[in-house]
T-cell receptor, first 111, second 112 residues
């Protein structure tokens, strides 16, 4: 089911800016790109989403390629609290209500 | 802002037992969802509800019942717990079925 591809893991150091890539080569015109993150013993936490334009909020910057076949979640100045599994998801595929999570990228942050 | 509360946090049951999980949200969202997450795996949709008293089956509805008693609450019942079953049940809500879903902390189920 998963229509996105992400690296299994990435490592970073506190204070760095982290770029988390996601490939979605078969994305449809009405599909949004959503990012969630999840830490152990917690539910997924919404990070951001976008359709075509780059977006920014207090948590992250989402850069979407002009052809929409890839995107990058940019986390500025990461802290230990940003360590999590980050999931890139294509939402509302064909109007479906469900979110399809893949394995995601496990981000490790060291001090 | 708002919050989603799930009770209980941990649930230990016996094989064959009927178990009920509860979810409350104060976002005033119309749509609510129940997902199951198995260790190291993605989420699978069990049931969702687009408004009070509505129920829609997801991919994994067999073995479960759900009830949307009021706008703010959505319950899930495991009709007959399976021995050695272990999973996390996640409740989510959104304004509408096409909108951003926000998740609760989960209920962790263990069946002995």
């Amino acid at each position: 089911d998963a229509k996105t591809t992400q690296p299994d893991s990435m490592e970073s150091t506190e204070g760095e800016t982290v770029h988390l890539p996601c490939s979605h080569a078969t994305i449809s015109g009405n599909e949004y790109i959503y990012w969630y993150r999840q830490v152990p013993l917690q539910g997924p936490e919404y990070v951001t989403h976008g359709l075509q334009q780059n977006t920014t909020n207090s948590m992250a910057f989402l850069a979407i390629a002009s052809d929409r076949k890839s995107s990058t979640l940019i986390l500025p100045h990461v802290s230990l609290r940003d360590a999590a599994v980050y999931h890139c998801i294509l939402s509302h595929q064909g109007g479906s209500a469900k979110l399809i999570f893949g394995e995601g990228t496990k981000l490790t942050v060291s001090s | 802002g708002g919050i989603i509360t799930q009770t209980p946090k941990f649930l230990i049951g016996q094989e064959g037992q009927k178990l009920t999980l509860k979810c409350q949200q104060n976002f005033n969202h119309d749509t609510m969802y129940w997902y199951r997450q198995d260790s190291g795996k993605g989420l699978r949709l069990i049931y969702y509800s687009i408004t009070e008293n509505d129920l829609q089956k997801g991919d994994l509805s067999e073995g479960y019942d759900a009830s949307r008693e009021k706008k703010s609450s959505f319950s899930l019942t495991v009709t007959s717990a399976q021995k050695n079953e272990m999973a996390v049940f996640l409740c989510a809500s959104s304004t509408g079925v096409q909108d951003t879903q926000y998740f609760g902390p989960g209920t962790r189920l263990l069946v002995l």
